[in-house]
C-alpha cells in the first residue's frame, strides 16, 4: 500500500487538500483511498444500533453490509496502536488503490507532506521535522524541503504520485 500522509496544524487546510487530490487523481483514473488519522478515542458505531449491541455484547468484529456500503467495525489492539506498522493491519482494504491519503499523523515515519499556513501557526513543521517531504503553502518560506503551491492541484497530483514513486 503506498501512503502518503497529509500534515498540519488545525484548521491548515489538510482535508481541503486532500478532497481535492482525490478529485484531481481520480479524473486522471487513479484509484485512491483515504485514512483519517486521530489520536482521540472516537466511537465510530452508533450507540444504541444493533452493530453497536453486537459489540458491546462481545463481538470481536462486526461488519454492516448494505447494499451500496460496506463497513467494519474492530478495536485497535494495543501494540498495533503503538506500532509504526499499524496501518498494515487496513492494508487488505485499500488493494485495489494505486495511493493511500492519510490525514494527520505526525508520528509516522511514513512519508510525509505538510500543509502550512502563516496565518495558522508561525512555522512549519518541516522546519524541526526531518521525515517530512515537502510543504504545501501560498505563503512565503524558506525551508530546506521543496514548498508547492496550493493553488496549482494538478501539478500538486504530479508530485504526490512522484513522492509515492507511482510517476
Not at 57 to 66: D, M, P, Y
Not at 117 to 141: E, F, G, M, N, Q
Request: proline letters at 4%.
Amino acid at each position: 500500500m503506498k501512503r502518503i500522509h497529509i500534515i498540519g496544524r488545525k484548521n491548515s487546510g489538510k482535508t481541503t487538500l486532500i478532497v481535492d487530490l482525490v478529485r484531481e487523481l481520480t479524473s486522471l483514473g487513479h484509484h485512491v483511498g483515504t485514512i483519517k488519522h486521530t489520536h482521540h478515542h472516537h466511537e465510530l458505531d452508533t450507540p444504541g444500533k444493533d452493530s453497536h449491541q453486537h459489540r458491546e455484547a462481545g463481538a470481536r468484529v462486526v461488519g454492516i453490509l448494505s447494499p451500496g456500503m460496506k463497513a467494519v467495525f474492530q478495536p485497535t489492539d494495543r501494540g498495533e496502536a503503538e506500532s509504526t506498522d499499524r496501518y498494515d493491519s487496513l492494508a487488505p482494504m485499500y488493494t485495489g488503490c494505486k495511493v493511500v491519503l492519510v490525514e494527520g499523523d505526525l508520528q509516522t515515519t511514513a512519508r510525509k507532506i505538510e500543509v502550512w499556513r502563516a496565518c495558522v501557526t508561525k512555522a512549519p513543521l518541516a522546519s524541526s521535522d526531518s521525515t517530512i517531504s515537502a510543504v504545501v503553502t501560498d505563503d512565503d518560506v524558506s525551508l530546506s524541503v521543496p514548498t508547492w503551491s496550493r493553488s496549482d492541484i494538478s501539478r500538486l497530483a504530479e508530485r504526490l504520485l512522484e513522492i509515492a514513486g507511482l510517476s
